[in-house]
DNA sequence: TCTTTCTTTCAGTAATAACTGAAATAATAG
DNA sequence: CTATTATTTCAGTTATTACTGAAAGAAAGA
């Protein structure tokens, strides 16, 4: 468990994800019954507050839900142990978070260069084509995820004689 | 070209690549001719050789290549401009800096587990779970990233309608 | 060989991000 | 209403990463 939570959190922050944040997510996702904040500042070692900024950051991605126990006033969380689903909501906030700021800015420069004349015809053309990938991602991305599980997992199976279907 | 630049390095931080780094190969990627470090410092005002570092760490990813030219002893770079080969060359190097060291963790973990009596039989499962999971979707990327650029392109398009080929 | 030009290395500094502990706030039980 | 327990906020500190400028190194021309 601690190799994994540890590989977790350094994981996490090669891709642009709070250490603390991805250690938290990685012990949650083992544990796979909820636990309190306390319980968590036991298993880690960090302070606190650390922790129930974590927690908030990611209830805030839909990856852990708050799990209220009768009897009991603390706080328990919970996280999604399905990954198929875990994967498909982390592109998901990404792509909200990231993808389509980028998709506002890259029509925002393609304007900005079709009116400025000095700026070189092949430059625009670099930067539409740009805009034209990543909207065509983002379009597959959408029709693909909105695919049922087991469709998916048997896309996944047939991996490159998925090709048959253009020929 | 300020605002692309600007954003592609923004961006990078926020996948865990330097700011750098990212701006000079947005630039290069751009400007679509070979550029001296010495262009690039003067375009983006970052010293001589924060550009150094940041040319060679893109040469490791094979995103840039050096270009000689005849006459001029000066080190001339040129980004690759095909987005299809951009992406698939980034997705490549993250899989082999990190996907791969993550499926070693994974099968240590694995190992890990299965020698201790003290881990719960489900936290075991969870861990196998991840791995047969990230192995499953390596082993698709890999069938995938070797399909010619025009299949690509057209399984794009299909989008949700892959799904008739698993009925 | 000696200069000149270009590139890299690296120690030190600056900037950024992460984390802590104390205090404030919120919620519930008595 | 008050005491108790739980959670959040935030100013200050620590850790990490990025960046610079100077110096060393490498390559080519005179």
């Known amino acids: ?3 994994f939570v540890l ?5 996490g922050s090669r891709w642009g994800v709070n250490r603390s944040v991805a250690q938290v997510h990685a012990l949650l996702y083992l544990a796979g019954r909820p636990l309190t904040a306390d319980e968590i500042v036991e298993t880690l070692g960090i302070a606190r507050s650390n922790v129930s900024t974590s927690l908030r950051e ?11 126990l009768l009897g009991d006033r603390r ?6 142990t399905d990954l198929w689903t875990v994967l498909l909501t982390i592109v998901e ?9 980028t998709l506002t800015m890259l029509r925002l420069a393609k304007l900005d260069a079709a009116g400025d004349e000095e700026t070189p015809e092949d430059i625009k053309r670099r ?7 990543v909207e065509k991602l983002t379009a597959w991305y959408e029709q693909v995820s909105s695919l049922s599980r087991s469709t998916l997992i ?4 047939l991996g490159a004689k998925v ?3 253009v020929k």
Chains 1, 2 share one sequence.
């Open 75 to 80: 706080d328990y969380f919970r996280a999604e």
């Open 58 to 68: 990611l209830l805030s991605w839909d990856l852990i839900v708050q799990h209220p």
């Open 7 to 11: 590989h977790w959190g350094e994981m």
């Open 127 to 133: 930067i539409e084509d740009v805009l034209n990938f």
């Open 154 to 157: 048997k896309l996944m199976k």
């Open 93 to 101: 906030g990404r792509k909200r978070r990231e993808i389509d700021p």
């Open 163 to 165: 090709s048959a279907l």
């Open 1 to 3: 468990m601690e190799r």
